[in-house]
């Protein structure tokens, strides 16, 4: 059971302020100061574990749910999770995030506990404007995107998956700034050579996947720190774009479809400033919070199957060096 008591033996807390003074709390609550930051939510004197009606924000701050954000999963450290669908959520603002660094779904029948990855190509790409709309509204107008999709697809028939999703982002409004390829160097055993040693039908296979570079309305970024974290080696070689790192393992991940650790990396350290805050709307299992801990960014991921978002939670606990939190009094 946690109760004020116990907080206050770890956290040297105010004697409650009187503009506090009103609440309905059973025990005096302490006033805490996160990163400069009050906490001015009602921390409740008395609280079970395991009561739903509360939600744990923070390490042993926990507030009323109805204070919240119903679909937040997670959050400390300018780490937020949200188990909910990118298409519903009314969590984000408008005009907020500086960086959005993603991989959808491809639509190449990959086996998602809560997302069918088999639609007909026309209904995919109904689906990709209506979140790419999302996006756009998300990003401040000096916000860019880095969009990590596939150039083309060749199972189940051809489809030139790059180009159509470019159009779509440009019929919205994005801006198009340019194209990073991601050669995975993954030489897998090919089969589908179509004719072989023949010109009657042969297949052509690009082993390489993209990252499409867009912006809001500006390209020259205002907002934010101004502070940069690049270093020299890594701008020169990260300015060429072609990249060239291997693809994440499955199994070790626990994902279906984890993108590395590199890939987000490297689009925040390249395209945001230090303290700028950074959106995965497919978060999966938390590659992006990840790099976003490790870069000092704040971040938010966006899941719409639970089992992912805690994986991405735990990962974060486990990997992001989310440990000890220091509190300031009031
Ligand atoms: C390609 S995976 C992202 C993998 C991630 N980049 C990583 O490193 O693990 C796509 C993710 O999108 C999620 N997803 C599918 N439809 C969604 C929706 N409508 N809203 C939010 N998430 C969705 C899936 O559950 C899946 O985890």
Redesign the pocket.
């Given at each position: 059971m946690l109760t004020a008591k116990n907080i206050s033996k770890n956290l040297k807390v105010s004697k409650k302020p009187s503009k506090y003074k009103k609440t309905a709390s059973p025990v005096p609550f302490p006033v805490l100061k996160h990163n400069g930051t009050s906490l001015k939510h009602n921390v409740t004197g008395l609280i079970k574990e395991q009561d739903a009606s509360y939600v744990e924000v923070d390490k042993q701050i926990i507030v009323s749910r109805a204070s919240y954000p119903a679909d937040l999963y997670f959050n400390r450290n300018s780490i937020q999770i949200y188990n909910?669908?990118?298409?519903k959520t009314e969590s984000i603002k408008k005009n907020s995030i500086d960086l959005i660094v993603?991989?959808?779904?491809?639509n190449v029948d990959?086996q998602?506990?809560?997302?069918n990855d088999t639609m007909d190509y026309g209904d995919y790409l109904s689906?990709t404007k209506k979140?790419l709309e999302r996006c756009y509204d998300f990003l401040k107008d000096d916000g860019r995107f880095c969009l990590?999709i596939p150039l083309d697809k060749n199972k189940g028939g051809q489809q030139s998956v790059c180009a159509d999703i470019t159009t779509i982002a440009k019929q919205i409004g994005f801006k198009y700034h340019s194209t990073i390829i991601w050669n995975e160097q993954n030489i897998s055993r090919r089969t589908a050579w179509g004719s072989w040693l023949s010109a009657s039908a042969p297949y052509v296979i690009a082993p390489v996947e993209v990252i499409v570079i867009l912006y809001k309305k500006e390209w020259k970024k205002t907002s934010g720190s101004r502070k940069s974290d690049i270093t020299k080696r890594e701008f020169m070689e990260w300015t060429n774009g072609v990249w060239n790192f291997s693809g994440?393992s499955k199994k070790r991940?626990g994902?279906?479809?984890?993108?590395p650790l590199e890939l987000?990396r490297r689009c925040i350290k390249l395209f945001s400033f230090v303290g700028d805050t950074i959106l995965?709307?497919?978060?999966?299992?938390?590659?992006?919070l990840l790099a976003c801990r490790q870069t000092d960014r704040k971040g938010i991921g966006?899941?719409?199957?639970k089992k992912?978002c805690e994986l991405?939670k735990k990962r974060i606990l486990t990997e992001g060096r989310i440990n000890q939190l220091k509190f300031d009094t009031v």
């Amino acid at each position: 059971m946690l109760t004020a008591k116990n907080i206050s033996k770890n956290l040297k807390v105010s004697k409650k302020p009187s503009k506090y003074k009103k609440t309905a709390s059973p025990v005096p609550f302490p006033v805490l100061k996160h990163n400069g930051t009050s906490l001015k939510h009602n921390v409740t004197g008395l609280i079970k574990e395991q009561d739903a009606s509360y939600v744990e924000v923070d390490k042993q701050i926990i507030v009323s749910r109805a204070s919240y954000p119903a679909d937040l999963y997670f959050n400390r450290n300018s780490i937020q999770i949200y188990n909910t669908d990118i298409l519903k959520t009314e969590s984000i603002k408008k005009n907020s995030i500086d960086l959005i660094v993603t991989s959808p779904p491809y639509n190449v029948d990959i086996q998602y506990n809560s997302h069918n990855d088999t639609m007909d190509y026309g209904d995919y790409l109904s689906f990709t404007k209506k979140w790419l709309e999302r996006c756009y509204d998300f990003l401040k107008d000096d916000g860019r995107f880095c969009l990590n999709i596939p150039l083309d697809k060749n199972k189940g028939g051809q489809q030139s998956v790059c180009a159509d999703i470019t159009t779509i982002a440009k019929q919205i409004g994005f801006k198009y700034h340019s194209t990073i390829i991601w050669n995975e160097q993954n030489i897998s055993r090919r089969t589908a050579w179509g004719s072989w040693l023949s010109a009657s039908a042969p297949y052509v296979i690009a082993p390489v996947e993209v990252i499409v570079i867009l912006y809001k309305k500006e390209w020259k970024k205002t907002s934010g720190s101004r502070k940069s974290d690049i270093t020299k080696r890594e701008f020169m070689e990260w300015t060429n774009g072609v990249w060239n790192f291997s693809g994440e393992s499955k199994k070790r991940i626990g994902h279906p479809a984890p993108f590395p650790l590199e890939l987000p990396r490297r689009c925040i350290k390249l395209f945001s400033f230090v303290g700028d805050t950074i959106l995965d709307p497919f978060l999966g299992s938390g590659s992006t919070l990840l790099a976003c801990r490790q870069t000092d960014r704040k971040g938010i991921g966006i899941d719409i199957d639970k089992k992912y978002c805690e994986l991405a939670k735990k990962r974060i606990l486990t990997e992001g060096r989310i440990n000890q939190l220091k509190f300031d009094t009031v």
